[in-house]
């Protein structure tokens, strides 16, 4: 009677696990098949996804375009409604023109829309969209509740007076992993300062 009851019980577990390793393995494959919002091999990249800060830029139109005269921000950095806002005055873009034909700024819009930061699920375009009070539309991330407290210890010596980054929009310059979606704080280095230690 007691070795039927323990038998039963081992097989309940061995089905459990079972049923685990099969969900796992559901899991991974449906990750991996959402290619744009998540790394492709699940294997290899599981770990490495999440550590990343906010999802890497894959649409090449938007490197060249958007990337031209800077950094090509990632679409999580900013809400959707920053980016609807940017992309209707791209004739008068922070004292430059920037104006695209129309069916690119919509195939860009569209694009900077669809992984803004208020529908991702990364861990920084997260923190930068809760910190945006909901009638606020930010046209910089560097303006953001969110990035300034992240970078309230940076003195302006370090940034606007240093000719090797004048402009905090520069993210690519102390990020050196940014164009990948790493903005980890260990990853960080002020050019013309050899150290940065907090
Ligand atoms: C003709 C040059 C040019 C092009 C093309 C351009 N920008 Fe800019 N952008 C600028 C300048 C100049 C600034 C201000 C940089 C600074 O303050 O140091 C800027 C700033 C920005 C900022 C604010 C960065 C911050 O400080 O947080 C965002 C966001 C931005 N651009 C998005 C875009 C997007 C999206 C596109 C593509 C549609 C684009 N830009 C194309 C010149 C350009
Ligand atoms: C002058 C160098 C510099 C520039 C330019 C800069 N950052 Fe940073 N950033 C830093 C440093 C240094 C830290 C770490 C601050 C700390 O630990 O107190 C940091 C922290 C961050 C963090 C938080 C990381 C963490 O681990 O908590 C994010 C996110 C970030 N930066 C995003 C950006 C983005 C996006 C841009 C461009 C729009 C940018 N940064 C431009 C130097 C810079």
Not at 153 to 160: D, H, N
Request: with cysteine.
């Amino acid at each position: 009677m007691k070795t039927t009851v323990m038998k039963t019980r081992t097989w309940v577990l061995i089905n459990i696990f079972g049923i685990a390793l099969g969900l796992i393995t559901v899991s991974g494959i449906v990750i991996s098949s959402d290619d744009d919002t998540h790394e492709k091999r699940w294997g290899d990249n599981i770990f490495k996804q999440s550590r990343l800060d906010v999802a890497p830029v894959k649409n090449t139109f938007y490197n060249d375009e958007c990337g031209a005269c800077h950094f090509p921000y990632q679409p999580g950095l900013l809400p959707a409604r920053s980016w609807q806002r940017l992309m209707g005055g791209l004739e008068a873009h922070f004292g430059e023109n920037a104006e695209l034909e129309l069916p690119d700024a919509q195939q860009l819009t569209d694009y900077l829309v669809k992984y803004a930061a208020d529908t991702s699920s990364y861990k920084r375009s997260r923190g930068i969209s809760r910190s945006i009070n909901k009638n606020d539309i930010p046209l910089r991330i560097s303006e953001t509740r969110y990035f300034r407290r992240k970078h309230h210890e940076l003195s302006t010596k370090m940034v606007k007076g240093n000719p090797k980054v004048r402009s905090f929009s520069n993210c690519e310059l102390c990020h050196t992993q940014a164009a990948e979606g790493f903005y980890n704080e260990h990853q960080v280095t002020i050019p013309g300062y050899s150290q940065w230690d907090d």
